[in-house]
């Protein structure tokens, strides 16, 4: 079955950075879109980034954008999130997810599978 497993996430305090990891299986990564979402504690999820299937089209969200970069390996079916000068306001749960889509959009109805999240915590 399809797994999507995220990694990298943990305690840091503002101004920082992390890294973030998505590994996929049971699927054929290269073809589809890739994202990332996070959820804080009583809010609805949110999308962050997203990759298209061949990584030539990137989104970001305008909370994130200037200080983030998504990227993907299809030859390791994994995809990054680079997060720079983290703010407590990034702190949530990070999920993954993968979708089958011709245009690269960032609404969580297009992704068909996700993982079961990361914790990213901020401190200030």
């Known amino acids: 079955q399809v797994q999507l497993v995220e990694s990298g996430g943990g305690l840091v305090q503002a101004g920082g950075s992390l890294r973030l990891s998505c590994a996929a299986s049971g699927l054929t990564f290269s073809s589809y879109a890739v994202g990332w979402f996070r959820q804080a504690p009583g809010k609805e999820r949110e999308f962050v980034s997203g990759i298209s299937w061949s990584g030539s089209s990137t989104l970001y969200a305008d909370s994130v954008k200037g200080r983030s970069t998504i990227s993907r390996d299809n030859a390791k079916s994994t995809m990054y999130l680079q997060v720079n000068s983290l703010k407590p306001e990034d702190t949530g749960v990070y999920y993954c997810?993968?979708?089958?889509?011709?245009?690269?959009?960032?609404?969580?109805?297009?992704?068909?599978?996700w993982g079961q999240g990361t914790q990213v915590t901020v401190s200030s």
């Open positions: 997810a993968a979708g089958a889509m011709l245009r690269l959009v960032s609404t969580t109805q297009s992704y068909d599978y």
